[in-house]
């Protein structure tokens, strides 16, 4: 049987990842550490990574037989996801508006960037920092200003009672502190 009829995953080949939606004319905002961060991952992947596994599947293609040859098959799988992760941080960083959360800092209004305490309904207290969309991780308590938390804090200021629309509810939860990183010291 030929090769080409036994291509295990259709999908696996896609060359563009999907990105992230954006608001309707909205603009991909990221903090100056977010950018940093996908842009040290750019270089990382094109510097490094990257001519690693090109060494490794030459090597692996100079040994011969290419068909069961599973450095070669493997290498060449990993080129092509990062070669997809280098297309998709370039379009994203070409986009990328960085929004400087410092220029906020004192301010008791919920802007991108800040650190929100707020606490629920059900007196549970949360804090969360509104961050761009390709550096939110809830898990270090980052959410994303599209995200449903995000869009209702807001422009919202300490003490502020809000709306929060859940699925099963609506939810009302209060504002109790704001933060913002201070200003970077520029040296002269």
Do not use: C
Request: net charge negative.
């Amino acid at each position: 049987m030929s090769k080409a009829f036994t291509k295990e995953n259709p999908d696996a080949d896609d060359d563009e990842l999907q990105l992230a939606p954006l608001p309707p004319g909205g603009k991909n905002y990221i903090t100056p550490t977010g950018y940093a961060t996908l842009r040290s991952e750019l270089l990382a992947l094109i510097d490094v990574e990257r001519p690693k596994v090109v060494d490794i599947v030459h090597w692996a293609a100079s040994n011969g037989d290419r068909s069961e040859n599973g450095d070669y098959i493997y290498g060449k799988k990993r080129l092509r996801e990062i070669d997809r992760r280098i297309r998709f941080l370039t379009k994203r960083l070409e986009i990328a508006v960085i929004a400087e959360p410092s220029l906020h800092f004192g301010s008791d209004q919920i802007f991108f960037g800040a650190t929100v305490t707020y606490v629920d309904d059900v007196n549970q207290e949360r804090t969360v920092r509104i961050v761009g969309i390709d550096e939110a991780n809830s898990a270090q308590g980052e959410v994303s200003w599209v995200s449903p938390i995000a869009r209702t804090l807001l422009k919202a200021r300490v003490g502020d009672v809000l709306r929060l629309p859940m699925p099963e509810r609506v939810a009302e939860i209060e504002v109790l502190a704001v933060h913002y990183p201070s200003a970077p010291v520029q040296n002269a």
